[in-house]
């Protein structure tokens, strides 16, 4: 798939037709993600438009599409339930708790952006990338599985909401209900109702071992042997669709990958996705079809529809959101993880972008494009975002690779919620799950099974590790424990390359030649290559293939050299690089008395600024 996406040349009628492509499989991802947040599926689509279009038009990677993502919603979730509580019902008072720390995530994102950690993403081990990709697949497809599926209803018709029991409240004892910590009585259960102890008026409702709230239908509480219990709310609660639908839409899905893999065979120059979406959308409206559409699923979810208006300004974010300390330990810490996820997942899938059409994309511009584009969704009423790997991959593999496809995508997902609510909401689901599902095909790094049995065991630990983590936890804690472990490896393996090859000169000096890195891993081994005891009075060190690279190895050298003094033996260091040297010169003035200067000095040189050369090497003509 890879060299197929490198030969697509960039032009505006692929941009313009992979941007439509991504426009309509933006929509179910932003409406589900909105859902898990706990919020209204317009905040969810308003946010992919304006952090679209923001990082496409400012963003360090073109052809990279940005939008309300999964991993930011999971997080969102408990923010908006917390915020929820602090007011009554009405307020909604988690949405603008919600867009407050929206936007303090887009300014911790643009201070990354300003102090240029960008950069840091290069650190990042193949076998981490490798377990990103393969994870992200994994949870993109189980993600689709939920497609499937539909709600459950409660006795009022509502969706059902999953709880999970957390704290013995109330005992029953012969159908009386007592307060579990005073023991006074409460409530008479007469089958599946519970009345109120003094006025037998009817104050809870009892199904499926959950109690709800007479006044409002509102789930409040678990029946569990003979106990009620305080919860938490897991979401809604899903079944499989019944069989016929189940039948239908699988066939549609399958439809639409073989659509997809067949249509490149025929002709390149519409993009497949755009095409299978419009040939299913096509037999499910006309062959009249009873299966799950845009429409219905936003439905189902609670929502009124795709149709809505501009993006407006939230004023009430100053009115209902005091600008206190308490406030911003509140949603500080929110922010700091939403701002770490959302930099993680823009900047990993910059640099598989960068990988499957061989240019280099400047990460530290991303980083100011993903903030500034927080800052405006969280005034303007969106749930914040960042990039999105599977439209990415849709828009990078239907030939987007300039601005103009990030741009194409968020505009025609402003003209739907404008103009065409009533028809992108008749579009199959199934056709939507299909392009997914080819993006899982694609983005999955199968190339990985074929390389288990050759690669380092310990990245292949790393491989599986990051993989698993992703689909367990997020990325975020993923890449963080890959690049910890993948670090702890390099230093174990680096701390047993340490070398020290001895020889005498003809005037009696004994010089240790030292080989490989020195630093706070290898010191203990440096340490013990030498004799200071049973030396003679003249020792050198020569550095000439090895570099000083901490503190670490700076006391180390520092206590070797005053041993040798305290000994009374002459010591010299010979051979630092012009780094070294200056290490140790700020370290301690005594180096300077034991420092050979020679012209013979070994001299790095490093690339200062790396993004500024974004073509390949064999493009620089005076390299």
């Known amino acids: 798939m890879t060299e197929f996406i490198r030969k697509r040349a960039a032009n505006a009628k692929n941009d313009i037709l992979s941007g439509l492509t991504v426009a309509l499989a933006l929509v179910p991802e932003a409406v589900a993600f909105a859902f898990v947040a706990g919020v209204d599926p317009l905040v969810g689509l308003y946010a992919a438009f304006m952090i679209g279009l923001i990082t496409a038009i400012f963003g360090g990677r073109p052809g990279m599409i940005s939008g309300a993502t999964g991993a930011l919603a999971v997080v969102m979730v408990t923010l908006v339930a917390k915020g929820n509580a602090m007011g009554s019902p009405d307020e909604e008072l988690g949405l603008y708790y919600l867009f407050a720390t929206v936007i303090l995530m887009g300014i911790i994102q643009m201070l990354a952006g300003v102090f240029k950690l960008g950069k840091f993403v290069r650190l990042i081990p193949h076998p981490v990338m490798m377990g990103f990709v393969n994870g992200l697949a994994i949870v993109i497809f189980l993600s689709q599985l939920g497609m499937f599926k539909e709600n459950i209803k409660d006795i009022y018709g509502n969706n059902m909401i999953k709880t999970e029991s957390v704290e013995k409240i109330m005992t029953i004892t012969d159908n009386q209900v007592y307060d579990g910590n005073t023991g006074k009585l409460l409530f008479v259960k007469d089958k599946n109702q519970l009345l109120d102890a003094d006025s037998n008026a009817l104050r809870y409702n009892i199904s499926d071992g959950q109690v709800f709230d007479a006044s409002n239908n509102e789930v409040k509480f678990n029946l569990e042997n003979s106990a009620i219990y305080s919860i938490e709310k897991k979401g809604f609660a899903k079944q499989w669709i019944p069989s016929k639908e189940l039948m239908w839409m699988s066939g549609l899905v399958l439809l639409t990958m073989l659509l997809m893999f067949g249509l490149p065979k025929i002709s390149k120059k519409i993009p497949d996705g755009l095409v299978a979406i419009l040939v299913v959308s096509a037999i499910a409206i006309f062959g009249k079809l009873d299966v799950a559409t845009v429409g219905s699923f936003i439905a189902d979810g609670g929502g009124e529809g795709l149709k809505g208006g501009l993006p407006k300004f939230q004023f009430d974010i100053f009115n209902k959101v005091p600008f206190t300390w308490e406030t911003f330990v509140f949603i500080g810490p929110y922010a700091l993880i939403l701002a770490a996820i959302g930099l993680i997942e823009s900047l990993m899938t910059l640099n598989l972008v960068d990988e499957l059409t061989e240019t280099r994309g400047n990460s530290n511009r991303e980083c100011l494009a993903q903030g500034g584009a927080n800052i405006v969704t969280g005034f303007f009423g969106g749930m914040g975002g960042c990039a999105m790997i599977g439209q990415s991959i849709i828009n990078i593999k239907g030939g987007g690779r300039g601005r103009l496809s990030g741009i194409v995508a968020a505009l025609a997902l402003l003209g739907f919620i404008l103009f065409a609510s009533g028809l ?200």
């Open 424 to 623: 992108i909401e008749q579009v199959p689901i199934a056709a939507l799950v299909g392009v997914m599902f080819m993006v899982v095909i694609g983005t999955f790094a199968w190339s990985s099974f074929r390389i288990l049995n050759k690669i380092p065991v310990s990245d292949l630990i790393v491989l599986i590790l990051v993989s698993g983590l992703t689909v367990i936890f997020d990325l975020a804690i993923a890449v963080i424990a890959g690049v910890i472990v993948s670090a702890l490896v390099f230093s174990w393996e680096n701390a047993k390359r340490i070398r020290a090859r001895k020889r005498m000169k003809v005037d009696g000096t004994k010089t240790y030649e030292i080989w490989g890195p020195l630093f706070f891993g290898s010191i203990q081994e440096f340490t013990n290559k030498f004799d200071v005891k049973n030396d003679p009075e003249k020792v050198e060190i020569d550095f000439v293939e090895s570099r000083i690279s901490d503190h670490s190895a700076l006391e180390a050298v520092f206590n070797l050299v005053n041993k040798y003094e305290a000994a009374g033996k002459q010591i010299q260091l010979k051979h630092l690089s012009e780094d070294c040297k200056e290490l140790l010169y700020k370290s301690n003035p005594k180096f300077r008395e034991v420092i050979v200067e020679d012209i013979d000095d070994p001299r790095y040189h490093l690339a200062a600024d790396p993004e500024r050369f974004t073509k390949g090497l064999g493009e620089y003509d005076n390299l």
